[in-house]
């Protein structure tokens, strides 16, 4: 076979020659033509295309119809928190949680002591009593505070009649604690050298009388047994617990029998180590421990003794924070005492008298001891810039027959008109003034005034 014999191969260019029809018996499908299955090519690709379409039209729906949801919940929200409130967006940061801090406001007032001339201002003549005149002016000051403290400096008994202390002998009649509850006092303390006026049976009619109105005040300092003597007083406000614990110098030469101890725990030697204990363990009862001692010397101004050095730095080193004293009837100088294992506690060597018939110019310049207790991320302390004295005045004004109207000022809110009513002004005895009453606080309390 020469070469004009060989096939030719095909080209990709050159179109097949098509074969003639074949003819098909009943039974045999007719072969489409290559146009034919081009064309139902092209309606099925476009049948997938409108398929996919209408599926992409669905899911934009249902996105939209999602988006107006969360849109209208989001509004509805909003509208229900009110206007003053935040919206809160979503951060990748990390949260940062701000330490709690808890405040307590206290006041503590010095020696409430009713001498006969205010007994018989407050006698109704009917074998009742009323004393919140003594406190009317300062009643939304001392309401105000978280805690509000004053010292009761004599026994409440009820079964034994009113003194006023002509022979130094002293027994108030029980409305001086309702005048106390009324002015908004929350705590009283009950141990000084007059609690045991009257003998071991008008202490405990005195604690039985005031746990008759614990649920409007507490009493601290006088106890009706052994449990009562070991019983750590906590005070809780605000989130933060305050011990408070009550102890007096003595007794005025008064002894307790021997198997009531209980009754008053006296600052001696003998009961060294008891108080120390009570501090420790109050330490570990409460977050903040104030002691509050009668101590000191009657009418010694400014000065302390050695007893009341020794002792507060006793005070500080079982752990006291706090120390407010009374019974010398005058103020004395305000300080942070340092024992040598580092402790510290703010003193009050003694906030002088609230009210009484005492006639001297420092008798009647008492101080309200004003400290800002603060808890704070794991420890409690005392806030020395909201800390200080709020210096009063107890006013007494004379109304003849051996009988004194006692009202209590803050020193700001006195007036020279006022001091000309005072019983010590009228009667000449000594040489008072709204400008020496200025003059004698500063010079005992210095830059720890403060305004309240």
């Known amino acids: 076979m020469d070469n004009r014999q060989k096939q ?67 509004c509805s929200k909003k509208k229900n928190r009110g206007n003053d409130e935040p919206v809160v967006q979503p951060t990748t940061e990390e949260v940062v949680t701000l330490p709690e801090k808890s405040t307590v406001e206290l006041i503590a007032v010095g020696d409430v002591l009713m001498h006969t001339p205010l007994l018989n201002y407050a006698d109704n003549g009917d074998g009742t009593y009323d004393f919140n005149s003594i406190f009317a002016v300062m009643k939304d000051d001392i309401s105000r505070a978280d805690i ?26 029980t409305e001086i604690v309702d005048a106390e509850i009324n002015a908004g006092f929350d705590v009283a303390t009950q141990s000084s050298n007059h609690t045991y006026d009257m003998g071991s049976e008008g202490v405990i009619n005195t604690v039985n009388y005031w746990r008759s109105r614990a649920d409007q005040i507490k009493m601290i300092g006088a ?52 108080i120390v204990s009570d501090i420790k363990r109050a330490k570990e009862m409460a977050d903040f421990v104030i002691v509050f001692p009668h101590w000191g010397t009657e009418d010694l101004v400014g000065d302390i003794t050695d007893f009341q050095d020794y002792w507060g730095k006793v005070f500080t080193e079982a752990g006291a924070d706090l120390i407010i004293g009374t019974h010398p009837h005058v103020c004395e100088k305000i300080e942070w005492i340092t024992a040598e294992n580092g402790n510290r506690a703010l003193c009050y060597y003694s906030i002088g ?31 020395e810039s909201a800390t200080g004295v709020v210096p009063v005045v107890t006013h007494n004004i004379p109304m003849g027959g051996f009988t004194q109207n006692v009202v209590c000022y803050k020193l700001q809110d006195y007036s020279e008109a006022l001091a000309e009513e005072h019983d010590i ?28």
């Open 353 to 383: 008298n609230y009210a009484s018939n005492q006639q001297e110019t420092p008798e009647v310049l008492g101080g309200m001891a004003k400290v800002r207790i603060v808890k704070e991320d794991g420890r409690t302390y005392i806030d």
């Open 148 to 173: 509000a403290v004053c010292n009761q400096e004599t026994p409440v008994d009820p079964y034994s009649d009113p003194d006023g202390g002509i022979h130094f002998i002293f027994n108030t009649p």
């Open 425 to 452: 002004y009228v009667n000449g005895r000594d040489y008072f003034n709204y400008d020496r009453l200025n003059e004698l606080a500063n010079e005992i309390f210095g830059s720890w005034i403060i305004q309240y």
């Open 8 to 74: 030719r191969p095909e080209s990709t260019n050159r179109r097949p020659a098509q074969s003639a029809p074949r003819r098909t018996n009943g039974n045999q499908t007719r072969r489409p033509s290559p146009e034919a299955v081009r064309r139902a090519q092209e309606r099925e690709k476009r049948r997938k295309q409108a398929r996919l379409l209408r599926i992409l039209a669905i899911v934009l729906c249902v996105i939209v119809i999602a988006i107006v949801v969360v849109i209208a919940v989001s």
């Open 223 to 274: 106890n009706a047994s052994q449990e009562d003597r070991d019983t750590i007083f906590v005070y809780e406000k605000n989130g933060i617990k305050i011990a408070m614990l009550n102890y007096t110098y003595g007794l005025n030469g008064f002894e307790m029998p021997y198997d009531m101890q209980y009754l008053v725990t006296l600052i001696d030697d003998g009961n060294y180590d008891l």
